[in-house]
T-cell receptor, first 114, second 113 residues
């Protein structure tokens, strides 16, 4: 069975500091991994995805994520956080046996303080 | 904007009411989804339509009834809901290949009194 875990409900970081939002996954076979961001009163917006190839994936708004197969992780990172990055972040894995199914984590609230 | 619109954005209804949520995508996708988002819980996939046929129904109560008249439109008909059904209902669309992501609408915030 496929699943995603986001171990932190909330991450606090000062503006200008690097940020990391953690995600681990459980999937049989090669994973298709995604990060989404949700701002208040908005739907989810796609940030980046890993399908195959380079383990470091770059996405929107300066975010990147590193796929680590041995640790089954796909942590989201940004070198320098902005206050406007404050939002809810979701990690997701797409089912191998059913492309219609996405499994989402419970979300991590990122607070960037000035 | 993501190319997926939802109406209404907010809805308050009594337990005996009947209402419908509407979703429209302008991306030429061939799959559409309904999700339920409750506080501090993972997104719950409710229904999946691929090429206008329902391919997934994750044991959703019958008081939720989806309809997909064409590849651009998706409805969620609601009747005799319960207060615990209060949540944000998100629509998404995608192209049905493993490399494609889903694009989400802004959601309908539903409150059942």
């Amino acid at each position: 069975a496929q699943s995603v875990a986001q171990p932190e409900d909330q991450v606090n970081v000062a503006e200008g500091n690097p940020l990391t939002v953690k995600c681990t996954y459980s999937v049989s076979g090669n994973p298709y991994l995604f990060w989404y961001v949700q701002y208040p009163n908005r739907g989810l917006q796609f940030l980046l995805k890993y399908i195959t190839g380079d383990n470091l994936v770059k996405g929107s708004y300066g975010f990147e994520a590193e796929f680590n197969k041995s640790q089954t992780s796909f942590h989201l990172k940004k070198p320098s956080a902005l206050v406007s990055d404050s939002a809810l972040y979701f990690c997701a894995v797409r089912a191998i046996d059913n492309f219609n199914k996405f499994y989402f984590g419970s979300g991590t609230k990122l607070n960037v303080k000035p | 904007e993501t190319g997926v619109t939802q109406t209404p954005r907010h809805l308050v209804m009594g337990m005996t009411n009947k209402k419908s949520l509407k979703c429209e995508q302008h991306l030429g996708h061939n799959a559409m989804y309904w999700y339920k988002q409750s506080a501090k819980k993972p997104l719950e996939l409710m229904f999946v339509y691929s090429l206008e046929e329902r391919v997934e129904n994750n044991s959703v109560p019958s008081r939720f009834s989806p309809e997909c008249p064409n590849s651009s439109h998706l409805f969620l008909h609601l009747h005799t809901l319960q207060p615990e059904d209060s949540a944000l209902y998100l629509c998404a669309s995608s192209q049905e290949t493993h490399q494609e992501t889903q694009y989400f609408g802004p959601g309908t915030r539903l409150l059942v009194l």
